[in-house]
């Protein structure tokens, strides 16, 4: 596709030109500005010959992007190949027009002209014209263009575009944070943020950048502005700050870490299955489902032993359903719900009811502690409403795939986005854990202008910056997400290894054997072999926390699959629906085989229970670990409270208290952690080895059994001392 706009008027280009030498050469007073009073003529003459090049860069990026976007507009196809492209000698002229240069200075140019006109880029390819035009800023600031040094602007506005300098030490280009790289070939001091988006395409992608020591506290004068110190407290601490740049995230572990990763993998195939947040109007019509199925008595019609027609009652309760949305979008919004209902039965708005049914079923993958009672009912609806004799009687679909983030970035023809460096910014979850204030607000200010670029960067017409906020923040509550129900199984690994000896006891009391028989333990370890034990079980449970949005996609896959019927079936525990699991048993083995793999000793078994009595079905495996954040994070708190009072310089009416009846801290926090690591992990729960033992699952019965029993231990008064209040109550366990 070419470019559709008019031929440019030569007299009045000349016209114009020579208007701007003669504003040029009003510019050669002998007077010298204030700022260049303490200069040498030739530092002055490269401070404008700087300034002038600053602008036409600038001028060159407003112009190109400007011819860009007005070559959509039509044209004629160039080429036999029938492809739309774009001829940049054309951007060249038309570059010109807009800079307001001379065509014979610029064209004199051979770098400038092979540049442009190298060839003809595919109008589809956003990447190649990208890059394209990088490169042309770069080639026409390395050549000379022989005209007299001044400004573009207006006389009369002067004054106003004067750029203000960076402060001494502080980056060149944003002038609010503090300079953490030299760059070679520009001579300038960047942040990590700027540097790295400045330096990201073209010719820059091969500067090189040298990190600077930002160690030692930076002088400022008075007149520097109030951003260059974000407190008294960095002055005084003077501490070297982390860039943001320098966060990656491993492929297998996820992890934030500094160096080198593949992140833009990682996160490319882990957005498949990352749901998306929600918008306010979402979030009103899950308001309206949550209400409607905490009325509905679905399971209490259907899933019980009686004669008679039981798809009639399933299709029954399913439009009773419907009905009471139906009347709670009417009364929440009047015009709304009469555009929806008004003389219209509901196979009418098949659409409606399977976009709120899908924000619920997405809604929970992102918050696993809500919709207790809710998603159940409603996932053996949809699974009900799947069966043919029940969707012919129905009239209507009652499923879409849930949205995630790759899916919508996807459709929208901007994946890509997701490559970008700067998406690992831009969604990096910030802790105060252990950092300064200074360094917490350099985090949030990098991570707030991470954001703004990609969506200005790669917003479109069919992706407005918008959606494309919505999913960057949508990946960072997947972060939060990990941080909340995976890392406490990091916690309490480091915690073992840190406490216990692998081979043998310190002591007694600090053994972890455990003895079939005693203290209502099923199973019997010693030292040794508990040790790995409990490795290898907080190391599959933070695996599958790891991977649980893949888990539940494919958990929702075979709950909803018509050709997996399920049968109910009385399991001992009252009548569940027994289904088939082929998908989730699936990414479940491949999941244990990896850690195995990982740990090199397995002790016990590696049955997975699915389909059957114990987890008769995708819903309760997912159920079942989701739990294990209720039953590590309340442990994990009540630790991390002794460490508090043990760093407090003074004692502490805690410490005190803890030193009378546990001896000292240390040795608290190892008896809470030694009785954990036995009890917890010691095959109880069940009277049988089939519900309970040394299985995958099994494994978390004993933990459960554990939690049951917790106020019976001797440590429960430090608990209690630390806010606890259950594991299944308030944040965490706490009020």
Not at 454 to 478: F, M, W
Not at 479 to 507: G, I, Q, V
Not at 552 to 560: F, G, K, Q, R, Y
Request: charged share 25%.
């Amino acid at each position: 596709m070419g470019f559709c706009c008019s031929k440019p008027q030569v007299d009045d280009g000349e016209a114009e030109h020579a208007a701007l030498l003669d504003h040029a050469e009003s510019l050669h007073a002998p007077s010298v500005p204030d700022r260049f009073a303490n200069l040498s003529e030739e530092e002055v003459a490269r401070i404008k010959e700087e300034e002038r090049l600053k602008e036409l860069e600038q001028r060159t990026t407003e112009a190109l992007i400007n011819i860009s976007h007005r070559s959509s507009f039509g044209g004629q196809t160039m080429g036999n190949s029938g492809h739309n492209s774009r001829d940049y000698t054309e951007v060249l002229r038309r570059f010109n027009e807009q800079v307001r240069l001379p065509m014979v200075a610029l064209s004199g140019s051979g770098d400038v002209v092979a540049t442009l006109a190298a060839g003809r880029i595919a109008e589809a390819d956003a990447v190649l014209i990208d890059d394209a035009i990088n490169r042309v800023i770069d080639a026409i600031s390395a050549v000379h263009i022989d005209l007299p040094p001044g400004d573009f602007e207006d006389p009369a506005t002067e004054d106003n575009v004067t750029e203000e300098e960076a402060p001494k030490g502080f980056c060149v280009e944003c002038k609010d944070q503090q300079a953490q790289a030299f760059c070679e070939q520009c001579q300038e001091d960047f942040c990590d943020v700027c540097g790295s988006m400045i330096h990201r395409t073209g010719r820059r992608r091969q500067h090189v950048l040298t990190k600077l020591d930002v160690a030692a506290p930076i002088e400022t004068d008075d007149t520097a502005p109030a951003a260059a110190s974000d407190s008294e407290d960095t002055e005084k601490e003077g501490e070297a700050l982390e860039g943001a740049m320098a966060v990656t995230f491993s492929a297998d572990s996820g992890r934030a870490e500094t160096g080198s990763g593949s992140f833009g993998a990682w996160i490319t195939e882990r957005a498949k299955y990352i749901p998306l947040r929600l918008t306010l109007k979402e979030r009103k019509y899950l308001r309206l489902l949550e209400a409607a199925l905490n009325v509905s008595e679905y399971t209490d019609k259907v899933d019980i032993l009686m004669y008679g027609n039981k798809t009639k009652r399933m299709v029954g309760q399913i439009r009773e359903l419907c009905a009471i949305l139906s009347g709670l979008v009417l009364a929440s919004d009047y015009k709304a719900g009469q555009t929806l209902f008004e003389d219209r039965q509901f196979e009418d708005n098949e659409e409606f009811f399977q976009k709120i049914f899908e924000i619920g079923r997405r809604h929970k993958i992102m918050n696993p502690d809500k919709m207790r009672n809710e998603y159940g009912k409603l996932m053996y609806l949809l699974q009900d409403s799947q069966q043919r004799d029940v969707s012919e009687l129905l009239g209507f679909s009652t499923l879409k795939p849930i949205k995630t983030v790759h899916a919508v970035l996807e459709s929208l023809n901007v994946a890509y986005i997701l490559e970008d460096e700067m998406v690992a910014v831009a969604t990096k979850e910030i802790v105060a854990a252990g950092k300064s204030r200074a360094q917490v607000q350099l985090e949030i200010k990098q991570k707030e202008r991470a954001l703004e670029y990609l969506c200005k960067a790669y917003a479109t017409h069919e992706c407005p910056a918008d959606v494309i906020r919505q999913c960057l923040y949508s990946i960072g509550d997947n972060h939060a997400f990990l941080r909340f129900n995976r890392d406490p199984c990091d916690r309490m690994l480091a915690y073992l290894k840190a406490n216990f000896n692998p081979l043998k006891a310190d002591s007694n009391t600090l053994s972890l054997a455990i003895l079939s028989g005693r203290d209502g333990a099923r199973l019997s370890h010693s030292h040794s072999n508990q040790f790995h034990y409990v490795h290898q079980t907080l190391a599959l449970w933070r695996e599958l926390l790891h991977d649980m949005f893949m888990l539940w996609h494919s958990a929702d896959t075979d709950l909803l699959a018509a050709r997996h019927a399920y049968r109910l079936t009385d399991t001992g525990q009252g009548l569940h629906r027994v289904q088939p699991c082929p998908r989730v048993s699936a990414a479940a083995h491949a999941i244990l085989h990896r850690t195995q793999k990982a740990v090199g000793r397995w002790v016990g078994s590696a049955m997975i229970h699915l389909g059957d009595r114990n987890v008769p079905n995708a819903l309760m495996f997912i159920d079942k670990y989701n739990q294990v954040s209720s039953i590590l994070n309340p442990v994990v708190r009540v630790l991390e409270f002794l460490d508090s009072h043990a760093a407090c310089p003074e004692p502490t009416d805690v410490s005190r208290f803890v030193e009378a009846s546990h001896g000292s801290i240390d040795n608290a926090k190892k008896l809470i952690l030694a009785d954990f690591f036995r009890s917890a992990f010691d095959g109880s729960g069940a009277d049988n080895f089939f519900d309970a033992g040394s299985c995958i699952d099994g494994r978390l019965t004993s933990a459960w059994n554990w939690c049951s029993a917790i106020e019976k231990k001797p440590f429960f008064n430090i608990f209690l001392l630390a806010g606890f209040v259950g594991f299944n109550g308030g944040p965490e366990g706490f009020n």
